[in-house]
C-alpha cells in the first residue's frame, strides 16, 4: 500500500456510521464476530444492490456484445489444476517463533513479527483456496475448494455460450457472485475479507486486437466510477510490474482508490491472453477453439478481464460520499451519493404526529414506494429527522405540512444543498423522477415555487 492518505475521512467513522445507521455488521457479532467477515444490513444490503445492478446495466443490459451467467460456486477440482490456482495461487507465510502469529512475508518490512517484535520462520507456500468437502465421507479423493475468483466459472462455458448465444468475436460474458480466500493478513474492514463479491468480465477477443480491447475496457471501467460519482482525483491507474502479475496474465492494470488506509486496489484489468482457454481444452480433453468465418480457421481467443469487487466498491463509494460540513453549532454529516447508488431514494416525514398530517403522509408514501426504496418517518423532530436521511445518503426529503391538508403541496428538500421547493402532489412522482435523473432542483413543475433557499438563510 502507498502513502497515507491525507485529508480523507478516517476509516473509523466510516466503521462507526455503518454500524449505527445498518450499513454493515460484523458477522456472527453475538459471538464475538468472524474475523474478516461481514453482514450487510437493511441499508448495505440496498447499496451494493444498486451498485450490482449499475454494473449489470452498463456491461450487459445496455450492450449487444456482453451476455450474463450465473456459475455454481462449487466446481469441479481439476478446474483449478488447469487454471494454475492449485499450484500456484498461494502466499508466502512466515509464524512468529515467539506470539505463533502469522504474516505475509512480502508484507514484513524486515524479519521481525509486528506483533511482538520476535523471529520469525523461513516463508512458506500457503494456498489461498477453502477446501471442503463433497458428500458424507471427508477423504482427499472428495475434496472441493471454494472457488477463489468467479472467471473461472466463464470460461468452463465457452463453449456453451457459443452454442447458445451464436456470438461472434468480439464478446464478453459477465458475472456476479461469492468469491472467497482464506487470507492471510485481512483488515480495514470490507476492503479484504475472506468472502467477498465479485463483478467479472471475460471478454473474447481475436488474438493482435487484445492491447486495442485492453485500453477500452480499462477507460470504460474508469469512467463508471466517474459516471457514479467517485471523485476523479481520488482515482488512479497503476500498471503491474512484470514480477507483480497473477500467473494468467500479460498485463495488468489496477484501478486504485485513496481509500483511507492510502492508494489501494479497486479493479483489476488484465490481459489473461489464451492462458484459461488453452489449459481447459488440454485438461478437459474438449475443444474451446472457436471457427474464424473470415479465415476458416480454428482460433483460441485472447482474453480482456475487468474485475471489481462489490464490497470494495461500497466502500470507495461510502468514502468518497462521506462529508462532515459545519451547520449552525453543530457538524452536519452526509453521504453525498449519486442517486444510483443512495439505498434510499426518498423520505416521507409529516411535519408532526398528527392524525390528519400521518394520514396524508401515508398515501404520499404508498403513491411513492412502487417507484423507488423510500422511507416513512415520524420520529422525532423535523430537523433530527432530515438529519438522519442526510446521514444515510437519501438524496431527497419529502414534508407534509398542516398547510399541504389545504393546498395539496408538498415540499421536496434536496439533500446536499438542503433547498427546498414545494410541489402539487399530484406531481410529486414525476417530479422526484426527474430530479433523481439529475435534474435541477429549481427547474420548477406548474404550480410549484421555490420554498426556502438553504445557502441565502445562512448568510442572513
Ligand atoms: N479474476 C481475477 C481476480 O480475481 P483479483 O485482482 O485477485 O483478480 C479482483 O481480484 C477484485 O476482487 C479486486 O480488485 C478486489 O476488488 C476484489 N477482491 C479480491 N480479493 C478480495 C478480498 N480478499 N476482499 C475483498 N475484495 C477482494
Redesign the pocket.
Given at each position: 500500500m502507498a502513502e497515507k492518505a491525507s485529508g480523507k475521512v478516517d476509516m473509523e467513522k466510516i466503521v462507526s456510521l455503518c454500524q449505527r445507521r445498518g450499513y454493515i455488521f460484523p458477522s456472527s457479532e453475538i459471538y464475538g464476530g468472524l474475523s474478516s467477515c461481514w453482514d450487510y444490513g437493511p441499508l448495505g444490503v440496498e447499496l451494493k444492490r444498486n451498485i450490482k445492478e449499475a454494473w449489470w446495466r452498463s456491461v450487459v443490459q445496455e450492450r449487444d456484445d456482453m451476455v450474463g451467467l450465473d456459475t455454481s460456486i462449487l466446481m469441479h477440482p481439476q478446474v483449478w489444476v488447469a487454471s494454475g490456482h492449485l499450484e500456484q495461487f498461494a502466499d508466502p507465510l512466515v509464524e512468529c517463533k515467539q506470539c505463533h502469529l502469522r504474516w505475509r512475508a512480502d508484507e514484513l518490512k524486515d524479519n521481525s513479527c509486528p506483533s511482538c517484535g520476535g523471529e520469525v520462520t523461513e516463508p512458506q507456500q500457503f494456498n489461498l483456496m477453502f477446501k471442503t468437502f463433497m458428500g458424507p465421507v471427508e477423504e482427499d479423493a472428495n475434496i472441493v475448494y471454494l472457488r477463489p475468483?468467479t472467471?473461472q466459472g466463464m470460461f468452463v462455458n465457452f463453449q456453451n455460450i457459443l452454442n447458445t448465444t451464436r456470438k461472434r468475436l468480439p464478446f464478453g460474458v459477465a458475472q456476479i457472485g461469492k468469491a472467497f480466500?482464506n487470507?492471510i493478513t485481512t483488515g480495514n474492514f470490507i476492503?479484504?475479507?475472506r468472502e467477498?463479491e465479485?463483478m467479472?468480465i471475460e471478454y473474447f477477443v481475436k488474438p493482435g486486437t487484445d492491447d486495442e480491447w485492453f485500453d477500452y475496457w480499462l477507460e470504460e471501467r474508469y469512467n463508471w466510477y466517474v459516471n457514479l460519482g467517485i471523485k476523479k482525483e481520488n482515482l488512479q491507474l497503476r500498471q503491474h510490474a512484470k514480477g507483480e502479475l497473477a500467473h494468467y496474465a500479460r498485463k495488468c492494470y489496477d484501478i486504485d482508490y485513496l481509500f483511507p488506509m492510502g492508494w489501494s486496489?479497486?479493479?483489476?484489468v488484465?490481459n489473461r491472453g489464451d492462458f484459461d482457454l488453452t489449459q481447459h481444452a488440454t485438461h478437459s480433453g474438449k475443444s474451446l477453439s472457436y471457427l474464424d468465418e473470415e479465415t476458416n480457421q480454428h482460433i483460441v481467443p485472447c482474453v480482456i478481464?475487468p474485475?471489481?469487487?462489490v464490497?470494495?466498491s461500497a466502500l470507495a463509494f461510502l468514502c468518497d460520499a462521506y462529508v462532515e460540513e459545519p451547520d449552525k453549532e453543530e457538524i452536519r454529516v452526509l453521504l453525498r451519493f449519486h442517486p444510483t447508488i443512495a439505498p434510499v431514494k426518498v423520505a416521507v416525514l409529516p411535519l408532526s404526529k398528527r392524525e390528519n398530517l400521518v394520514e396524508l403522509a401515508k398515501k404520499v408514501y404508498a403513491d411513492l414506494r412502487p417507484c423507488w426504496m423510500v422511507q416513512y418517518d415520524d420520529t422525532q423532530s423535523i430537523g433530527r429527522r432530515y438529519r438522519r436521511q442526510d446521514e444515510i445518503g437519501t438524496p431527497f426529503c419529502v414534508t407534509v405540512d398542516f398547510q399541504s391538508l389545504e393546498d395539496n403541496q408538498a415540499t421536496i428538500r434536496e439533500r446536499d444543498s438542503m433547498n427546498q421547493i414545494r410541489v402539487p402532489i399530484s406531481e410529486l412522482k414525476s417530479t422526484l423522477q426527474a430530479k433523481l435523473e439529475g435534474e435541477d432542483l429549481f427547474v420548477l413543475p406548474q404550480g410549484s415555487q421555490i420554498w426556502k433557499v438553504e445557502r441565502e438563510e445562512k448568510s442572513v
Open positions: 475468483e472467471a480466500r487470507e476492503f479484504r475479507s467477498f465479485q467479472e486496489e479497486l479493479e483489476g488484465a478481464e474485475s471489481a469487487g464490497d470494495r
